[in-house]
């Protein structure tokens, strides 16, 4: 068995934390596009869901002590901000197209 | 910074998978006993949101290699088939006293 160091497996699993939300925020974006209202219980049962998964992942990260719980708080504190800012401008778009 | 075998780290995270699959087990045990019946919405909704919660921790950690493929894949089998039988064993009982 490989001897690895608590820090790389650190890195690791905070960028993959960071890659999944990434994803959320595609996720999110396309369905903006393309599929429902930000309105629409869909899309708040989909963003629901997904943010459920990455907290999940993010405790089980934070208990295997490969994040902090600061980082942890502020991945899910980030990707809050990134939907709500892309949820105003999409509102905004749709405003100005009505 | 400590260094840790990436084998005890695995050990770690396997425990902490298993335990909330227990957790699911539990919180399923007191939602059939008291709260709602299994064909009800809400049941099927608790149960999917964790599920999908617990799919999310073993996922990530088999990309992080804490466990295997096949471990991962075990771990979601043995609860589905423990949901299952609490499942029979609920619908039996309430059967018997009807």
Redesign the interface.
């Known amino acids: 068995?490989?001897?690895?160091?608590?820090?790389e497996?650190s890195e690791?699993?905070y960028a993959?934390?960071k890659e999944?939300a990434e994803k959320i925020v595609k996720l999110i974006e396309v369905q903006m596009k393309n599929l429902t209202m930000p309105q629409c219980p869909l899309y708040e049962e989909v963003l629901d869901?997904q943010m459920?998964?990455?907290s999940?992942?993010i405790d089980?990260?934070i208990?295997?002590k490969?994040v902090s719980e600061e980082e942890g708080r502020k991945l899910l504190t980030q990707l809050e901000q990134q939907l709500s800012a892309l949820h105003e401008a999409t509102m905004r778009a749709r405003e100005n197209n009505a």
């Open positions: 068995m490989s001897i690895e160091t608590l820090s497996q690791k699993a993959l934390l999944d869901t459920f998964g990455l999940r992942e089980f990260a208990r295997l490969l």
